[in-house]
């Protein structure tokens, strides 16, 4: 298995532009984890996906924020308008199952920049 | 949820073990303890877990104390590609039958010298 799959690698905006960051699960995996991470604030959860189902959205900082899983191995995170303090790396993550004795498998991440 | 206290850095020669402690004294029963690290510019990637019993793997040897209010993470002969953050995260409880998400701390900055 290839893993978990994120596109872009890099993303550059100005200000004010829609960013959207994709995902692509672990075949199987029934949990979508998003993640972001800054040096300030470290790694933060956004949202997670039980069966493309949206679960817990308490992280996703606000409005300009939404994330969508249309099917069982896409999912979308979507930042509109964009703004420099959205600057960070933005993970995606899934695992075979949700309970506390489950791995999660992480991309390797998408780093943007917001001018 | 429970939480855990590591240091922020650790030294170890390359081809020493390598033990990074982490204490949870808050920990509940049926909470695990979980092991992940980042190598810079990657994903954080899972290394082991465990709930009451010392559990070893390709990777790394966890031990976790009887009252398990602390643990040690093992790498047996650490090498250079180990130079990482090592996050020790304690799983929190399900809400409403579902998951959660690991919650992350600053973890430990382990630099394996030469």
């Known amino acids: 298995d290839a893993g978990v799959i994120q596109s872009p690698r890099h993303e550059v905006t100005e200000m004010g532009q829609e960013v959207t960051l994709r995902c692509k699960p672990i075949?199987?995996?029934?949990?979508l984890f998003w993640y972001r991470q800054t040096m300030m604030r470290g790694l933060e959860l956004l949202i997670y996906?039980?069966?493309?189902?949206?679960?817990?959205d308490s992280g996703m900082p606000e409005d300009r924020f939404s994330a969508k899983m249309p099917n069982a191995s896409f999912s979308t995170l979507k930042i509109q308008p964009s703004e420099p303090r959205d600057s960070a790396v933005y993970f995606c993550?899934?695992?075979?199952?949700?309970?506390?004795?489950?791995?999660?498998?992480f991309g390797q991440g998408t780093r943007l920049t917001v001018v | 949820d429970a939480k855990t206290t590591q240091p922020p850095s650790m030294d170890c020669a390359e081809g020493r073990a390598a033990n990074l402690p982490c204490n949870h004294s808050?920990?509940?029963?049926?909470?695990?303890v979980y092991w992940y690290r980042q190598i810079h510019s990657q994903g954080p990637q899972y290394i082991i877990h465990?709930?009451?019993n010392n559990e070893t793997n390709e990777m790394a040897s966890l031990i976790i104390t009887e009252d398990r209010k602390s643990s040690t993470l093992i790498l047996p002969h650490a090498t250079l590609r180990d130079t990482a953050v090592y996050y020790c995260?304690?799983?929190?409880?399900?809400?409403?039958?579902?998951?959660?998400?690991?919650?992350f701390g600053k973890g430990t900055h382990l630099i394996i010298q030469p």
């Open positions: 075949s199987g995996h029934d949990y």
């Open positions: 996906f039980n069966n493309n189902v949206p679960i817990d």
């Open positions: 465990g709930l009451k």
């Open positions: 993550a899934s695992s075979l199952r949700g309970g506390r004795d489950t791995e999660a498998f």
């Open positions: 995260i304690v799983r929190v409880s399900y809400s409403g039958g579902g998951a959660d998400g690991l919650t």
């Open positions: 808050t920990i509940s029963g049926n909470e695990y």
